[in-house]
Every structure is written in C-alpha cells, then in structure tokens.
C-alpha cells in the first residue's frame, strides 16, 4: 500500500459538502469513485476539513492509500480524466510516510469568506461570493475581529451538530480586507469549530452594516452562548484556502 | 426622450453574443426585454462594442432613448429586478446628451484576455478563460507582442466576416502579464477588427508554447495574409474591460 496525498480545488455549488453522504453527490465520493475507476480498489479518503454544502475548496489536502503501482503524477492525471465533468481537480499528487495524516497531522488551516458589497445583482460569481448591498464599514469589521483573535470559547459561534470535543479554539488570524467591491475575510487556525467562520462572518458582516457596534462582538463572544449568535453567514461566499503540516 | 447610457456586466456563456440575433438569446435582447418590460417602450441599444458568442463583459458601455420619465437609479433598478436570472448586471446609469453615442463617441476600448496555464482541470473558470496546459513563456509573449503594438495593416488577425472598412488599425496597448497560473493579455485601442484580439492572442499562445518564434509573429504581421493566422483563441477568455470617452 502507498499513502498518496492529494491537492484538491472544487467548486462547492453542485456538491452537498466534501464528506461521503448517502444523499446527494459530495467531493469525497467523486474522488473516491475516481480512484475505483482507475484502480479497481475501494479506498477512503481522509482530508485536513470537512465542508458544508456548497463551500468550495481551493486547496483541501487529503489522502488515500492505494495497492496499485502508479507514479503520483499517472495518478493524478487519471483520476483528473475521470473526474470530468465535475468541478473537482487534482492539482498536485505525492506519496508520503504511512505515518502521514491528511486530518490528524494538519497543524493548521485557514479559509477566505468572500463578499461582494454591491447593490447590482450578481454575474460571473453567483453561488461563489456572499453578496451584501449594503455598504460594509470594512475598518469597524477589522476592529471587531481583532477581538475574536487569541484562544476563547467559541460557543456563540459553534453549529448545533459541532462534534468537537471543545468549544475553546485558539484563532491565530482574523483580516477583513476590502479591494473595491470586493471584501475578504482571511481566517487562520489550528482547527475551527463547525459553522465558526460562517457564524464570525456573519457578525463581521452585521458590524459593518452598523447594525451591531464594535463592543456587541465582544459582548457575543463573552456571553458563549450560541442564542447570542447574530447572523450565519451563507456558505456561497466561504473558501478552504489551504492546510498547514510541520 | 431621455438618452440613459448603460455600464453592463454580464458572463458571456449562455448568450449568443451581445448582438440581437434572430436565433438565440443576447445580452442585447435582454436589456431591451427588460426596458420593454419596465417602460412598455420598443428601444434600440446602442453598444461601444459587439461581442462574439461566450465572450464576456465587465463594463460594456450602451445607450438608449426612453420616453418615460424615471430617475436613472430607479430605471436601473427595476432592469436589474427584471433581468434575473439571466447572468446581466447595470452596474450604472446616468443621463447624457442626446448627442452622446456609446459607439460613435467612444475614443477607446480595452479588452482582456485571461488564459489558465496549467495541467489540472478547471473547475471555477470553467467557460471564463482558456486553458492551456503547456508551459507558455509569457516573457517571449511580452516581447512578440510590442510588435504588434502601433498603426498596422491586421489583416493577418482579421475575420473573414468582419465589416471594418480598413485593416489599418492602430494598436495603443498589448501587455502579457503572469500572476502565478493565470495569464493575462491586456488589449487597448481606438477601435478592433472582428477577431482581432482573440487572433493575436492565439498567435502569442504559440509563441509562448515555442512553437512560433518572436519573429514568426513580425513576418505574420507583414504578410498581411489571413491564411498566416496561427491560431484564433477561444471566445472564453475575452473580456470587454472599457470604453473611453473624451
């Protein structure tokens, strides 16, 4: 057997999230319906996160170890030519120690929310951005994210369905950055609570609209309670940018 | 009669063009559609420029001549409410001059052509840029194209069908620039033949590819000869970006 790690990009909209569900058709299942294709063999794949349906990934690591002799690269392009046509590429392939852990050795992962503040109905970006008309106050967004920084218990911002064992996570980076029209919220850390970047974004976004002021952030992550939580942000807008392994 | 001009975005994939044709939907038809449907009025677009079919608009610029009284705010909003689905965005609306002609007044257009240079797939670009999986050396593409740039006889990156009564154009502007996988081609002029760009794109894409030299690009330029063309680029990654007007 030989532990191949995988690269992936997919575009979240036709999937009901990257995990293998009995309803519906997700990332993990395309791959790994690839790999039997190329390989005759049944393999699970482990990857660094879990997304939510219609969450997209840019660079989601993940890995399967597969009997078959095959160079990464042989691999990488078979499984590419039976992906088509859905939007899932491989993008890079290598083999690693057996040791390896696309999940349990990933030391840390970091998404983009994106957002389009404009009032104009969307065109190229629909299901791929957040669109707030609104305008967004992206400085007073930046301020109040800098107090979700640093290790807190996350509770007002944890899914009902979140199976981590704690809700206290350490939050390395949080940045709103604004390039015109479009908004970014670049998130860092060792592991996220589910739904907590939809559910900060959410407040971010109700921050900027001045409907909730710096200090009601603050007082939201305090309170750890997830009634406290203003808005969920939708999944449209929410990227997995990359995972981290020392 | 008022004269409201229009700044348009629209993703090019399900349209036949921006042109009103008599099979197919447009991007032209579906702005009138939606006037019809606010104003009850017949009206004729005017554009700075025509489209092929999959190629898309950042901010096409267009005018037309409505009767009822509206303010350009609301007149934009309610098109924008009654274009949707369809993947067309008014970004603007001012009132002009009657004299005022997207067309005839406009003294510049740019255009971008985006190209994916990489193995892998495309997911999220799928239809909005041309893949090319072979390494292209843009540097070389850079140097070929300042050939290009000045008054010339394009005859070479011209059309059959295209309607211009002259070849000689005079280009202000061609820059190949690499921001990692994705390629852009930066395209400024007073006026293009039809296929004028995706033309000389395709002809840079052999270049980059080695398979013409910088000085192939020279001689095909100089013959004038439109069995000369290389390749004509696909319509997915052409960009209208902007109309000048003095």
């Given at each position: ?28 299942q ?8 190329v ?97 967004l ?13 640093g290790?807190?218990?996350f ?22 950055v ?21 559910s ?10 001045k409907?909730?002021?710096v ?10 309670d ?21």
């Open positions: 057997m030989t532990r191949f790690a995988f690269t992936v990009e997919f575009d979240g909209r036709p999937f009901m999230g990257w995990q293998r569900q009995a309803h519906g058709p997700t990332v993990q395309a791959i790994e319906d690839a790999i039997h294709a390989t005759g063999e049944t393999v699970t794949l482990h990857a660094a996160g879990r997304t939510d349906a219609g969450v997209h990934g840019l660079a989601m690591r993940a890995h399967g170890d597969i009997a078959k002799d095959m160079t990464p690269f042989r691999l990488m392009e078979a499984l590419n030519a039976h992906l088509r046509p859905a939007p899932v590429a491989i993008l890079h392939c290598t083999v690693m120690p057996d040791d390896w852990h696309a999940r349990f050795s990933c030391t840390g992962r970091s998404y983009v929310y994106r957002i389009t503040n404009r009032r104009a109905p969307l065109t190229f970006e629909k299901g791929l951005v957040w669109q707030v008309s609104q305008h106050d992206t400085d007073a967004m930046h301020e109040a994210a800098q107090l979700l920084v290790k807190h218990d509770t007002t911002f944890r899914s009902a369905h979140c199976q981590s064992a704690s809700a206290v996570k350490t939050l390395s980076a949080l940045d709103v604004r390039d015109s029209e479009q908004v970014a919220i670049h998130a860092r850390a060792r592991s996220f609570l589910h739904h907590q970047v939809r900060m974004v959410g407040c971010l976004a109700l921050v900027g609209m409907r909730w002021s200090a009601d952030m603050g007082d939201a992550l305090e309170a750890a997830r009634s406290r939580l203003g808005l969920n942000a939708p999944p449209d807008g929410l990227y997995f940018v990359a995972a981290e392994y020392r």
